[in-house]
């Protein structure tokens, strides 16, 4: 399909989102429930904090995920990001499992671990 070509392709449109570096390692993090922002990158690992906090963001205005602040701690100073899919981010739960399914049928074991 070309740049000019103005017909809207879903399927080129979600593989620009899903390819973004983290974004699946994010969805499928937060398929095992929610997390806050420190809890999320250790399940990420690799990822800098920044570009975390960016792809977040960009999800959340996706409508991806959401994100709720937690402010039932003693220090209400210090109020923590809560992340958890929404029904549109849950649908991707098909996506991953493809992409699992695909990977053990194809894909020769190394040394990553499956979390």
């Known amino acids: 399909m070309s740049q000019s070509d ?23 993090a937060l398929l095992g429930g929610e997390k806050g922002f420190n809890e999320l990158a250790r ?5 800098n904090s920044a570009t975390l906090a960016q792809r977040l963001e960009q999800l959340e205005t996706l409508g991806i995920i959401s994100k709720a602040t937690d402010t039932s701690s003693a220090n209400t100073k210090l109020a923590r990001s809560i992340y ?32």
């Open 84 to 115: 958890s899919l929404t029904p549109a981010g849950q649908q991707l739960q098909g996506v991953i499992d493809a992409i699992s399914d695909w990977g053990s049928a194809h894909l020769i074991a190394e040394d990553a671990p499956c979390v």
């Open 43 to 47: 399940a990420v690992g690799g990822c």
């Open 6 to 28: 103005h017909t809207f392709c879903p399927v080129y449109r979600a593989i620009g989102v899903l390819q973004e570096k983290w974004v699946l390692h994010i969805v499928r």
